[in-house]
Nanobody, 122 residues
């Protein structure tokens, strides 16, 4: 599975962005998908995950109620809708594919996209 993240950019605090992660490979629909982020000088952190079969979702407390993860298996794409953005959401966002829903550690995922920069100005 190859992953390509896009949709990042510069937005003011309170604004919204939607990230996309396009996957290649016939087995995309059988993978749980997740978004992680890494801010400068900080470790990579889990953001959200979605299960491959029933669309169950799981979020980090820091984004719960503001971010929504979704997927379209027909389009081999997973999305991250980000609302009410805060300056502390500034980071490079990565999508990942794995086999363990609710996994929050990076090493639990098998495939990674290249990352897309999100910058939120105050």
């Amino acid at each position: 599975v190859q992953l390509q993240a896009s949709g990042g950019g510069l937005v003011e605090a309170g604004g919204s962005l939607r990230l996309s992660c396009a996957a290649s490979g016939r087995t995309f629909s059988s993978y749980d998908m997740a978004w992680f982020r890494q801010a400068p000088g900080k470790e990579r952190e889990f953001v959200a995950a979605i299960r491959w079969n029933d669309g169950s979702t799981y979020y980090a407390d820091s984004v719960k109620g503001r971010f929504t993860i979704s997927r379209d298996n027909a389009k081999n794409t997973v999305y991250l809708q980000m609302n009410s953005l805060k300056p502390e959401d500034t980071a490079v966002y990565y999508c990942a594919a794995g086999r363990h829903f609710q996994a929050t550690r990076g090493y639990e995922y098998d495939y990674w996209g290249q990352g897309t920069q999100v910058t939120v100005s105050s």
